[in-house]
């Protein structure tokens, strides 16, 4: 019976230091998730803080921009026309010369101006479907081509990273196949399907033969396309060439979309 009473001291000691050190543990525990949490918010908050600086210096080189190119550049162009027109009032052949290095000096600064705003410009990311508008109006005016872009599914956004290298693909695509085909009709057609963008390129007079025909090797394939399936493998995609006898011959970029997750915008065909 003093055995067991000499031990109870020892069993509740050990019981309360093992308690303790629980206790110790779940409170080091609590601390360590504040922290994270902590830590986290604060990158977060950082996060947005950066976004909102750049979406405001993005802001800023748009407006510095606008302003060079509509206004510092249109006082500039007035300025030549009242130079012109001074010239023309005094009529003196003498003063031709001085008239037309003012001139030239303006022109040039002219070109300055609007060439530093196309450089603030440009660092803005591309519209995917504005892109492929210009795409369109280039092809047209560069010879007789008639260009057909049509939009299909409920638009979502894409990556930043992404929208650059797609235009840039649909662009040598484009080439491409008017250069294979020799037809006067370009197909560009974009389809949103669930998480999937695809993109279609088809000429009209089914004369695009870039396709290696079943059982042929892979050295049958474009090299154009061979680079342009490299491309799109940095973004996750894939370029594919669809031919049907008699149908002709389509160019397909799929790219799976990381905006599966973002609510869809309806937009008209």
Known sequence: MDCEVGYLPVFMLMTGVICAGLFLVLVRQRQLRNQLRHRLKQES?????????????????????????????????????????????????????????????????????????????????????????????????????????????????????AEPILLQVVQELAKTVLEKSGGPKLTIRLKYVLSSLYITLSDGSYRFTLSAEPGRNQEGVSAAIQTINRKMALLGGRCLIISEQGKGTWVVIRLPTEFAEAKPTSVGP
């Open 45 to 161: 908050l950082e996060r947005e803080s950066l976004a909102s600086r750049l979406e405001m210096q993005q802001v800023l080189l748009q407006e510095t921009a606008d302003e060079l190119h509509e206004n510092v550049g249109q006082l500039l162009t007035v300025t030549q026309l009242v130079i012109y027109t001074i010239e023309e009032k005094i009529g003196d052949s003498s003063t031709t010369p001085d008239f037309k290095k003012a001139f030239d000096s303006l022109q040039t600064s002219i070109q300055a101006v609007r060439g530093v705003s196309n450089t603030l410009m440009k660092g803005r990311n591309p519209d995917l479907w504005d892109g492929l508008k210009k795409i369109g109006d280039r092809i047209r005016q560069s010879g007789p081509f008639e260009v057909n872009l049509t939009r299909h599914g409920a638009t979502r956004p894409i990556s930043h990273r």
